[in-house]
């Protein structure tokens, strides 16, 4: 018996160390594992054929890059863990920041290393609407009127939710005479009409879409698109507010990973590769708001413009985080007045 | 037959269908009507879409070393529970209970306090360039912590209702150990433990909660049957993700239809043992 | 652990041992790493974490509908298994094997579908919104997906007794007299409440921790369809680990407590039928 459970031992160590082998499964080409948030696999999907291609041309070696998508804190979390990403592209910089503080794979000063902040690409946040926008919504006031429904999904567990919530309470401030009690009033009183917080961006729009929940779901410009697109354009339209936010997805290289797996080299010039012309166009194609002036140009009919203001209005994501987002913070105190 | 019992019967047997009707019927149902919703084809290529064949052969890879290791220990355990008297036996039933009753995000998060970078060995892990979480073995391992009660559960009240009279008097006629458990014990239970197995495996396959928080859902290396439908439900694939799904309904068809086998073969050998 | 009472049957060194080694390698140890993990909190800060508004709601709803869930599944339970043991009626079989399908179905896809039926455009929930009964994304939702998670321990713990259940007893108690109510009180339900009760709190139990079909169908809007589960993963996706682990011992310090509960007082029926 004593030989059995011995021999089964051995069994199972041998069967990890062998799967090990087999996950690590390096051949001839460079694996780039892509540690990224929910709405940006077609953009992904698209960017990664392009740059394969681009550089198979450029060094002769086959590059096959993975991915990885989930909600922008679970795939932090996850980098944090263990999870080794050799480039991470989530979905606000408090994530990212996150992978510095609880984990030191990246350097303080990561967000410095690439142009723009580290984003590429931005985003806005805006409506999606029933066909006829039979509730007559126009701008975030009309969100926040009793009887209208609205879909967003849990600011403590999705990203685009924090960047919806920090644009209606941005709008307030904005207006004239607007201040921060204001502003939480204004914000309380959208929330009061939420009646379904789905965990992350994309339950919420299947929620809005497939369940026929609300009048109004506060989404990200480009998975407004993509849902029209995807799903109906006879069912559902887009309205621009007349301010948002300006959203900027951040992306990094993971330094300890890239340092370890020798792909340095590579994974910076994939990044790069995003504010290249060609990458700025598979961006603006997936609706995505290029950086470059010269693509913006040729996409400005496809984005509406609005007048937009940055997270440095909330001082940062560490100082925006702490005081809405954490335990007990303003997003808590809303539902515990309720 | 008195009115009033008839009427008792058709009201009792009437209000239990309804209740299965309910609440496994037509989900079941729904999973069905929504995966061929845009037809046979849409349905064969999204099963035979590269990720999804990934994830079920990582499915069935897990549920390979899963399974066997979860049967060695069902019957270590119901051989040292059932046949033996002993101090604590309650404290080790309940153990082998608890997973059970442990939330699935608990017995993920438990992992990777272990083995995450973060974890208990993740250092030494990382420096030996062994990969746990995030990868196979954490998945395996999530899955084992899961499905490890059902056969042992599946065997201990079975074999405790045997007693151990025949074992007794195999050994007392000169039997050695392995001899009187493939002769006299395991036909005895064989029936009890091919259902466990089934439940076990069907589990195994099937786990989501517990795997979700170790896998890292790197497509098609580390995403499992059930993440891949959830995967595929958030590319608004909606079609496709009931249709990966509808596999997961089948493998529980399956199971149901053995288990139907298995209890005609196991009447009929107690009959047999009887007349 | 010390043996009792001397046994000829060999083995019992070497299966224990097994068991026990199996259960602290793969449950035990990780459990203990987690408690560790919840021990770097202090104690008025664990206290205040496990103790929060949204925490105590979410406690709240986890086990009142645990314990409906359960309940429910112990009263059409023993219907379900009374009607599979006593009466013939076609497709009998089929349903028998059908209890089975919430442990073989994995919980997301038993959520998706579950939300996708009792949406108010699904196929039941079309029916109840003009009634003014909402499922999905109410706390009634949570209570369908947890019922319907724990249907199969109750029946299946039940079923066996009720087979074994002498019929002559109950003959015996009719002819004298008593009625089918009377026969059923006095006679039938005190024989199978032990195993009714391993049903019910392993329904209860199971309910407590599900994550994976209740979130799909919650709607997770705090303090009133926020299940404790969810919180865990909402602490964690703050990076906040100690304070996940803290509810998370609190939890299985519950279950476990529930268990041992559970097969103690088997135990002890067991002891006072015998000793009768």
């Known amino acids: 018996m004593k030989k059995v459970i011995l021999g089964l031992l051995v069994l199972l160590l041998l069967s990890f160390a062998l799967m090990n082998t087999l996950s690590i499964a390096a051949s001839g080409n460079v694996v780039l594992l892509n540690v990224s948030y929910d709405p940006t696999r077609e953009l992904y999907s698209d960017f990664n054929a392009a740059f394969a291609k681009y550089w198979h041309q450029k060094t002769a070696q086959t590059v096959t890059i993975q991915q990885s998508h989930g909600g922008s804190g679970t795939q932090a979390r996850a980098v944090i863990d263990g999870l080794e990403a050799d480039v991470v592209t989530l979905a606000l910089a408090y994530d990212i920041d996150a992978i510095y503080e609880n984990a030191g794979l990246i350097p303080k000063n990561w967000q410095s290393r690439l142009p723009y902040n580290s984003s590429p690409y931005t985003s806005t946040i805006v409506f999606l609407v029933r066909k006829g926008n039979p509730k007559e919504i126009k701008d975030w006031e009309d969100l926040a009127k009793p009887g209208t429904v609205v879909i967003t999904p849990n600011p403590k567990t999705s990203g685009g939710a924090r960047w919806n919530y920090l644009a209606a309470w941005g709008y307030m401030l904005k207006k004239a005479g607007g201040n921060q009690e204001k502003a939480k009033e204004f914000v309380s009183s959208i929330y009061r009409n939420v009646p379904v917080l789905d965990s992350g961006a994309r339950g919420s729009t299947t929620t809005f879409v497939q369940r026929g929940i609300g009048d109004v779901l506060i989404a990200w410009e480009n998975e407004a698109y993509l849902a029209v697109n995807e799903l109906g354009k006879d069912k559902f339209e887009i309205i621009t507010p007349s301010v948002s936010i300006l959203a900027e997805p951040p992306v990094s290289i993971v330094d300890k990973v890239v340092d370890k797996h020798g792909t340095r080299a590579i994974a910076e010039a994939y990044l790069k590769y995003l504010y290249t012309p060609e990458g700025q166009q598979i961006a603006a194609k997936n609706y995505y708001r290029p950086r470059l002036k010269a693509v913006a140009r040729k996409y400005a009919n496809q984005f509406t413009k609005v007048k937009l203001f940055t997270i440095d209005e909330f001082g940062g994501w560490q100082k925006a985080q702490q005081k809405h987002f954490s335990d007990g913070g303003v997003f808590d105190q809303i539902f515990q007045v309720k | 037959m008195h009115w009033k019992p008839m009427m008792v019967r058709i009201f009792l047997i009437s209000m239990g269908l309804t209740f299965i009707g309910l609440f496994l019927i037509i989900p079941l149902a729904a999973i069905f009507f929504q995966a061929f919703e845009k037809g046979v084809a849409v349905y064969w290529a999204s099963i035979r879409e590269p990720d999804t064949w990934a994830a079920v052969q990582l499915t069935v890879l897990t549920a390979a070393v899963v399974v066997p290791l979860n049967l060695v220990f069902g019957l270590a355990a119901a051989w040292a529970i059932a046949k033996f008297q002993f101090i604590g036996k309650h404290l080790l039933i309940t153990l082998i209970d608890l997973p059970f009753a442990i939330s699935p995000v608990i017995s993920g998060l438990i992992y990777v306090l272990c083995f995450g970078l973060q974890g208990w060995l993740g250092p030494w892990l990382a420096a030996h360039n062994l990969k746990i979480v995030f990868a196979v073995p954490g998945i395996i391992l999530a899955t084992l912590l899961v499905t490890f009660p059902f056969i042992a559960r599946e065997l201990i009240p079975l074999m405790q209702a045997q007693g151990i009279e025949e074992e007794e008097a195999a050994v007392v006629l000169g039997a050695g150990g392995w001899q009187t458990f493939f002769r006299i014990t395991l036909p005895n239970i064989k029936w009890a433990l091919l259902y466990g197995i089934i439940l076990c495996n069907s589990r195994a396959m099937g786990e989501f909660g517990a795997v979700s928080v170790v896998s890292g859902r790197i497509r098609g290396l580390t995403t499992t049957i059930p993440l891949q439908v959830e995967i595929l439900y958030n590319e608004y694939k909606f079609s496709a993700a009931f249709a990966v799904a509808s596999l997961l309904a089948i493998l529980a068809l399956v199971t149901l239809a053995i288990n139907i086998l298995v209890e005609n073969k196991s009447r009929k050998d107690i009959q047999k043992s009887l007349g | ?276």
């Not at chain 3, 997906?145 to 249907?151: M, S």
């Not at chain 3, 059923?184 to 329904?203: D, E, H, N, V």
């Not at chain 3, 009133?224 to 304070?243: C, H, M, N, S, W």
């Open chain 3, 1 to 276: 652990m010390i043996i009792k009472q001397r046994s000829i049957l060999p083995g019992f060194g070497p299966t224990l041992g097994y068991t026990i080694f199996y259960i602290s390698l793969i449950l035990l140890i990780p459990l203990a790493i987690m408690f560790l993990k919840t021990a770097t909190l202090s104690w008025p800060r664990f206290l205040q974490t496990v103790t929060a508004p949204r925490v105590l709601a979410s406690y709240r709803l986890s086990l009142t509908a645990s314990f409906l869930g359960a309940l429910l599944n112990g009263f059409f339970g023993m219907i379900v298994a009374w009607v599979l043991v006593r009466y013939r009626f076609p497709g009998k079989r089929l349903f028998d094997a059908l209890v089975d399908l919430p442990f073989a179905m994995p919980t997301a896809v038993a959520g998706l579908a579950l939300t996708s039926i009792y949406a108010g455009n699904g196929w039941i929930g079309r029916f109840l919104e003009p009634l003014g009964i909402k499922v999905a994304f109410t706390q009634l939702g949570v209570l369908v997906a947890l019922t319907f998670i724990g249907f199969p321990f109750v029946v299946r713990t039940i079923q066996p007794v009720l087979q074994d259940l002498d019929k002559e007893l109950e003959e015996a108690a009719l002819s004298l007299g008593a009625n089918h109510w009377q026969t059923y009180r006095k006679i039938i339900f005190p024989t199978l409440f032990p195993s009714w009760l391993t049903g019910f709190a392993l329904a209860f139990a199971r309910a407590i921790g599900e994550y994976g079909s209740v979130v799909f169908i919650s709607g997770n809007m705090p303090l009133r369809t926020e299940i404790t589960p969810l919180l865990i993963v909402t602490k964690l996706e703050q990076f906040d680990y100690a304070g996940a682990t803290a509810i998370a011992v609190v939890m299985l310090i519950l279950s476990f407590i529930l268990l041992l509960f559970i097969n103690l007082s088997q135990w002890w029926s067991r002891k006072r039928y015998s000793a009768a």
